[in-house]
Structure formats: C-alpha cells, structure tokens
C-alpha cells in the first residue's frame, strides 16, 4: 500500500502545485485547455482557438477575456496573453528535461472551466510524430498513457516534480495521447509568438494532393508515372500564384531535391528563411518547367 500511497500524495501535491496555472476555455467540453507560464501569458493549441478573442477560466471560477497574441500551426501551438493576477507560472526548464520510456507524469486539464482534472501515467514512447492542424508533421513528441477527457488539448504534461514536459494535442487510437515537446524550440517559438512576431513557416498557397493520387489521376488521363505532389487549388495571391504555378502542375523537384511524398516538399520550405526564393521544378501536361518562387518577409501572410 505504500507505493499507491506515496503515487497519491504525488499527484495530490502535483494538482496543488501546478492547478492554479490549468486554464479552461470558453464553456463546455469543447474549447480545450491551457497553463499559465508567465505573468499574462498562456500556452494552449493552437487547434483550440477560434479568432483573436477567448475567454479564459482560471481554478479559482474566475473568467476574463483573453487575446491571442501568436498561433503557429506548424507546431500546434499559441500564446494567449490574459490578466493571470497572482497565479505561480507553471515550472519550466526548456531543454533540461528528457521523457524517457517509463518516466512518470500527470496530465492536467480544466476542459471548458469545469474543473481541474489531474490524471497519472508513463511515457510510453518517444520521438513520436503527428500532423498538426497546418499539414507539417511535429517531430519528438511524447507519447503517454495518462487518460484525459474532451476538451483536454493544450492541457500540460508535468513529472512528478510539476515542471512542464509538454502540451497535450492528440488523443491516439486506444487511449493513449501524444503531447508536443515543450523544449528549446517549442521555447523559442513561443517568446516569438509572445512578442507578436510571425509564428508559422513559409507556405507556398496550394493544395496538394500525395505522390499516390497524383500517378493515378495522371496515368487516368493517359501521362507518364512521375514521383511527385500535384496541386490542387492555389491560394489567391500565395507566393505559388504570383511565380506562375497553376492547378494540375506536379511539383517533383524543390531546392534540389527530389519530392517524393509532401513531407519532402515541406522540408524544402522549412529549410527557407524570408525573404528568399525556392527553384521549383514542376510537370505541366508533359512539359517540365523551373519556377522561382518568391517568399515576403511574414510568414503568416502566405499561410494557406
């Protein structure tokens, strides 16, 4: 009985330590959850916010307006700033922490205002990966068996010591959940978005369609088999309309490389900093073209 003992009095002394700084959006089961990590600054998803306003439920019932001060898709997160009064930040130490297989950890979330839940678990892999709401996939992530409700998505993920490993995003099939690693990058994300700078990567303004639908739409209209991502819709002004791109074009070469699946395509625009350019190599009908495609300076401008 010791061992379920001293487990109880540490997610008790967990919940005591870090619940003041779980946070709660909107009303109901559906709006996702959050802490606070600094005075007027909180983490959530990114997935959880609709618009530039929310409003945000603190432990102690009391509700007020928050604003979003950056989102980034790509990584599935936002910074909301709010009047967090007194509330203690949540411990975090960027880059010291490692989820290993096995580590202990609780998850915590207050889905709509309704509570603080507080759930114990383990890590049950690391260096998992999804995709976020804006289609590149986030790398690292850390996969537990701590058992959340609706409404738990931008929640923390804490050791037993309270200090933050990650924000819950995604609940896998069988129960388990994914949370994106709160470490040096997600850090640095985070004081950009704080600072209201551009949160998100270059986007080129299309829609694709995989290397897989592309060779049986092509070979449907009788054109050789080519690795590649086809468009399907560009976006009105994007960065790939003003370089002359146009639906139907199989992108198969960008900065040098070859593009076999979108992720490939995505890495060669990760690797781009604004202002700059990206060769394209692409297929329209039979005829292979090279475009230049030109980037502005803001990211969350070309966003599609």
Request: glycine share 16%.
């Amino acid at each position: 009985m010791s061992t379920i003992t001293d487990l109880q009095s540490a997610i008790a002394a967990v919940a005591e330590r870090v619940g003041p700084a779980v946070v709660g959006f909107g009303r109901g089961w559906g709006r996702g959850s959050g802490v606070v990590y600094g005075p007027g600054r909180i983490l959530t998803s990114a997935h959880n916010l609709r618009g530039d306003e929310v409003t945000v439920a603190f432990a102690d019932g009391r509700r007020t307006p928050g604003r979003v001060a950056g989102l980034d898709p790509d990584l599935d997160l936002a910074v909301v700033a709010a009047e967090t009064g007194d509330v203690e930040p949540v411990a975090w130490e960027p880059g010291q922490l490692a989820a290993v297989i096995g580590l202990p950890v609780v998850a915590l979330a207050d889905p709509g205002g309704r509570g603080l839940r507080a759930t114990l678990g383990f890590v049950s892999a690391a260096g998992r990966s999804f995709r976020g709401p804006g289609g590149r996939r986030i790398a690292d992530c850390i996969e537990h068996t701590a058992p959340l409700p609706r409404g738990s998505g931008g929640g923390p993920l804490v050791d037993l010591e309270g200090r933050l490993l990650g924000l819950n995003a995604v609940r896998l099939d069988g129960g388990l959940l994914l949370a994106v690693p709160a470490g040096n990058t997600f850090a640095e994300r985070a004081g950009r978005l704080a600072r209201g700078e551009p949160g998100g990567r270059p986007r080129l303004g299309v829609a694709v369609a995989t290397p897989r639908v592309a060779r049986r739409l092509r070979a449907a209209v009788g054109l050789p088999e080519r690795e590649g991502v086809l468009v399907r819709s560009l976006q009105d002004g994007s960065p790939a309309a003003r370089a002359g791109i146009e639906r139907g074009d199989l992108i198969v070469r960008a900065g040098g490389t070859d593009v076999d699946s979108v992720d490939a395509l995505y890495r060669a625009l990760d690797a781009v900093a604004p202002p700059a350019r990206l060769p394209l190599v692409l297929l329209r009908g039979a005829d292979e073209r090279t475009l230049d495609v030109e980037f502005d300076s803001h990211p969350e401008e070309v966003a599609s």
